[in-house]
């Protein structure tokens, strides 16, 4: 069984910035696919940003510029950087790996 526990969301103002984190109860993220997804209130979830087990990463075109995914397998931790956030970008964030997934960590963009 894996664990993932998100951290980093919050209230932020549009064109501020947030650090997601992911705490992974093993030495994984090297192993298999990772990644974020969201889901905003009315929507599906969407894949927002994805890293394969070689570093490869691969984003929404909404995100593109703007968000970056990284990985610290040292530390067991998954991570997405957001810049120039938008109000669009208000959803719960989901991190991903292989078929786990964490319980999710609520990101807000409003003035």
């Known amino acids: 069984q894996v664990h993932l526990v998100e951290s980093g969301g919050g209230l932020v103002q549009p064109g501020g910035s947030l650090r997601l984190s992911c705490a992974a109860s093993?030495?994984?993220?090297?192993?298999?696919?990772s990644g974020w997804y969201r889901q905003a209130p009315g929507k599906q979830r969407e894949l927002v940003a994805g890293?394969?087990?070689?570093?490869?990463?691969n984003y929404a075109d909404s995100v593109k510029g703007r968000f970056t995914i990284s990985r610290d397998d040292a530390k067991n931790m998954l991570y997405l950087q957001m810049n120039n956030l938008k109000p669009e970008d208000t959803a719960v964030y989901y991190c991903?790996?292989?078929?786990?997934w964490g319980q999710g960590t609520q990101v807000t963009v409003s003035s």
């Open positions: 991903t790996y292989w078929v786990y």
């Open positions: 093993g030495s994984i993220f090297s192993a298999r696919p």
């Open positions: 890293i394969t087990s070689g570093g490869s990463t």
